[in-house]
């Protein structure tokens, strides 16, 4: 994304257009990717909501919450991209509002990693998960990322069906 400052997210996260929906895919490669042909399309919204459930010290990452969304909703995985937008959305969506704040910066990458498309990119995630008492490693020589140290040590586990509250 670009030019966030002058988006509106929470009105981008309120459109959920045909979501939630189970389409049938063909593709072979990624049937065997993904393990099935069932892909759930999760609404923006629900990621937001999952997020907002994450208690501070306790991280969770963007593969945890689609896992949680396809056992839901029956379905054998959910679809990545949109689920990669959606956070990104959710955490800026939250970045603009006043009130009802999601804690996006305990939502991780794949393996623990910070996520530069948050709001003031993943040295604010560093410092925010810093100061929840999370150490944060840096790996590479020239491109490089940052990662919660022992990360699945301290994953939030969603164990309800649906746990989450909407704001008031």
Not at 151 to 162: G, M, N, Q, S
Request: aromatic content about 12%.
């Amino acid at each position: 994304m670009a030019n966030e400052e002058q988006k509106d997210f929470n009105a981008m996260l309120q459109d959920c257009k045909d979501m939630p929906k189970i389409q049938i895919i063909t593709d072979q490669k990624s049937i065997e990717k993904y393990g099935g042909n069932r892909m759930y399309f999760a609404p923006p919204t629900d990621y937001d909501k999952v997020m907002k459930l994450v208690p501070w010290g306790k991280v969770i990452t963007i593969g945890e919450i689609r896992n949680y969304f396809a056992r839901l909703a029956g379905a054998d995985f959910t679809e990545p991209i949109t689920a990669g937008i959606f956070v990104s959305i959710a955490a800026w969506a939250s970045y603009q509002r006043a009130q009802c704040d999601t804690p996006y910066w305990r939502t991780l990458k794949a393996n623990g990693e910070l996520n530069p498309k948050y709001p003031g990119g993943a040295q604010a995630q560093k410092e925010k998960l810093e100061a929840e008492g999370h150490t944060i490693i840096m790996k590479g020589r020239t491109n490089l990322k940052y990662f919660v140290k022992d990360y699945e040590k301290v994953l939030f586990e969603i164990t309800a069906d649906r746990p989450w509250k909407e704001c008031e």
